[in-house]
C-alpha cells in the first residue's frame, strides 16, 4: 500500500472543517484533526457548524477550542441554522458558503459523506462540492441509527492515544448528549478500531473518509 504524504504547495497547511451540527466535525474527523495538529505546528484552520441552540453553540465552541489546542490562527464559527431544517435554510446556506469561500483559500477539506442518510449532511457535502472545485475533500463519517456505513476508501492511521484522547474530548465537551444511547466513548473506539483493521494500520486504529478526487 503506497504512504499519502500531505505536502501542500505552501506553508502553514490552511485546512476547513465543516460540520452540520455541533459535534460533528469532532465525531467525523477529530482524531485525524489531533494528528495534524501535533505534525503541523503552524496549521491555520477554519471551523464551521452550522446548526445550534444556545445550550450547543456554547459546547461545540469549547469542543473547537480544546481540539484545535496548540494551533496558533484558527477561527471558530458557530451558526444558529435549525437542526434537521438545513435543507430548507439552503439558500441562506449556499450565499454563506459562497461568502466563506472569499475569506479562506484551504488547502484541506473536511466535510460529511456525500451518501450519508442525514439530510443535514448531505446538503453540506453537497455544497462543499459546488463551492470548492479543485482542493482536496475528505468525506468523514458519523455512526448513528441509520446505519449508513459504508467502505471508506482513504484512511488515516492513528495512535491509541489519538483515539482515546478524541473519545474522552467529546464526552465531555457534549454532556447535552449523553442521554442519547450511542454517545459513548466505546462507539468512537470502536468504529476506528475496524478502520484500522481494514487499512493495516500499524497502532490498530484509523479514521475513514471518502476521496473522491485525488490527482498525483
Not at 484541506?108 to 482542493?135: A, E, G, K, P, V
Request: glycine share 6%; aromatic share 12%.
Amino acid at each position: 500500500m503506497l504512504n499519502f504524504i500531505l505536502n501542500p504547495n505552501r506553508d502553514p497547511l490552511r485546512i476547513l472543517c465543516l460540520g452540520a451540527h455541533c459535534d460533528d466535525i469532532e465525531i467525523g474527523c477529530g482524531g485525524t484533526l489531533l494528528r495534524l495538529i501535533a505534525e503541523h505546528r503552524n496549521a491555520e484552520f477554519m471551523w464551521v457548524v452550522f446548526c445550534s441552540n444556545n445550550v450547543r453553540a456554547a459546547e461545540a465552541s469549547n469542543a473547537a477550542s480544546s481540539f484545535l489546542t496548540g494551533t496558533t490562527k484558527k477561527k471558530v464559527i458557530i451558526r444558529n441554522e435549525r437542526d434537521g431544517f438545513l435543507p430548507y435554510s439552503a439558500i441562506d446556506v449556499k450565499e454563506f458558503f459562497e461568502e466563506l469561500k472569499t475569506k479562506f483559500s484551504p488547502d484541506l477539506i473536511f466535510t460529511h459523506y456525500r451518501d450519508d442518510r442525514h439530510q443535514d449532511h448531505r446538503l453540506i457535502s453537497d455544497l462543499t462540492w459546488n463551492t470548492w472545485r479543485n482542493h482536496m475533500i475528505l468525506e468523514y463519517e458519523i455512526p448513528k441509527y441509520d446505519g449508513d456505513l459504508g467502505s471508506p476508501n482513504f484512511f488515516v492511521p492513528l495512535s491509541e492515544s489519538f483515539c482515546a484522547h478524541k473519545a474522552d474530548l467529546i464526552v465531555k465537551s457534549f454532556p447535552s448528549q449523553k442521554s442519547k444511547h450511542w454517545f459513548r466513548p466505546d462507539t468512537f473506539l470502536s468504529l476506528a478500531r475496524i478502520r484500522g483493521i481494514e487499512s493495516g494500520a500499524m497502532e490498530s486504529y484509523a479514521e475513514g473518509f471518502y476521496a473522491r478526487k485525488i490527482v498525483m
